[in-house]
């Protein structure tokens, strides 16, 4: 083999030996449905997403990424992240930046965020949490970024006792799972209609997580450019998101 040849198979072997970049979001099958899920973890920039500098709602993945442009940075992934008014203002308790927007909600309700017990998703400094609503209050941990939906899927391991495994309502779901440790959070969405039981033992049984909340139903959306996807629709409420530098693979 000559100099040149070996020279080149060193390069090629030196660029296949490169590790791939690490991913943030994957399809997972499971009981024969496929999910998307998005891991973050606590030393990364996962934020929530409501206003834009001007006070006017933000709504679109679109105009969460334009606002993040000005930072040098980009969506790695984001979602829908709890229930919201018509004029997209959060039905409960919200924090961004540590500054309380909207209120803690402790009372039952209609719908399916008034399904008590529900709870609140919670972003610290060193990691993230699920609590049921009441346990939050009594705790109030330092939230940097909160957010109250309902109801709550799994609570310290176990499934929320009104979800019903022979239920017949089915949607398309997304939710928030937090690991034991607290330094992962698990971001899903459903790819087709599930049942809250079914949802729920995802998170329980599959990604075993202790603590898990609801988002929303219907208007389920997904940014994860790694899986091809960028839903869209009519204008959200508020906006979960990891923001990563726009010139780099965001690792």
């Known amino acids: 083999m000559t100099r040149i040849a070996k020279l080149a198979l060193v390069s090629a072997l030196v660029f296949w030996s490169v590790p791939a970049a690490s991913e943030t979001c994957r399809t997972l099958g499971y009981e024969g449905t496929d999910y998307a899920i998005c891991e973050v973890r606590a030393a990364e920039d996962l934020r929530l997403f409501l206003n834009d500098a001007e006070g006017r709602r933000?709504?679109?993945?679109?105009?969460?990424?334009?606002?993040?442009?000005?930072?040098?940075?980009?969506?790695?992934?984001?979602?829908?992240?709890?229930m919201y008014h018509p004029d997209r203002s959060p039905v409960?308790?919200?924090?961004?930046?540590?500054?309380?927007?909207?209120?803690?909600?402790?009372?039952?309700?209609?719908?399916?965020f008034g399904m008590l017990p529900n709870g609140i998703f919670c972003i610290l400094v060193d990691g993230f949490t699920v609590q049921e609503?009441?346990?939050?209050?009594?705790?109030?941990p330092d939230c940097r970024f909160a957010t109250q939906s309902g109801p709550m899927l799994v609570i310290s391991g176990a499934m929320h006792p009104r979800?019903?495994?022979?239920?017949?309502?089915?949607?398309?779901?997304?939710g928030v799972g937090v690991s034991p440790d607290g330094d992962a959070?698990?971001?899903?969405?459903?790819?087709?209609?599930?049942?809250?039981?079914e949802f729920a033992r995802l998170f329980r049984d599959s990604l075993k997580v202790s603590d898990a909340l609801y988002f929303d139903g219907n208007i389920s959306r997904l940014?994860?450019?790694?899986?091809?996807?960028d839903d869209f629709?009519?204008?959200?409420?508020?906006?979960?998101?990891l923001a990563v530098q726009a010139d780099g693979d965001g690792n």
Do not use: W
């Open 163 to 174: 979800l019903l495994p022979d239920s017949e309502s089915r949607f398309i779901r997304n």
């Open 185 to 197: 959070a698990y971001f899903v969405v459903s790819d087709g209609p599930v049942t809250f039981h």
């Open 233 to 241: 629709g009519f204008p959200m409420g508020p906006i979960v998101g």
């Open 133 to 140: 609503t009441l346990a939050f209050d009594a705790a109030r």
């Open 92 to 112: 409960g308790y919200y924090v961004e930046d540590q500054e309380e927007k909207a209120r803690l909600v402790r009372s039952a309700g209609p719908g399916n």
């Open 223 to 229: 940014h994860a450019p790694e899986l091809g996807r």
């Open 58 to 82: 933000l709504g679109t993945f679109e105009r969460v990424n334009a606002m993040l442009a000005d930072e040098g940075k980009r969506l790695r992934f984001a979602m829908n992240a709890g």
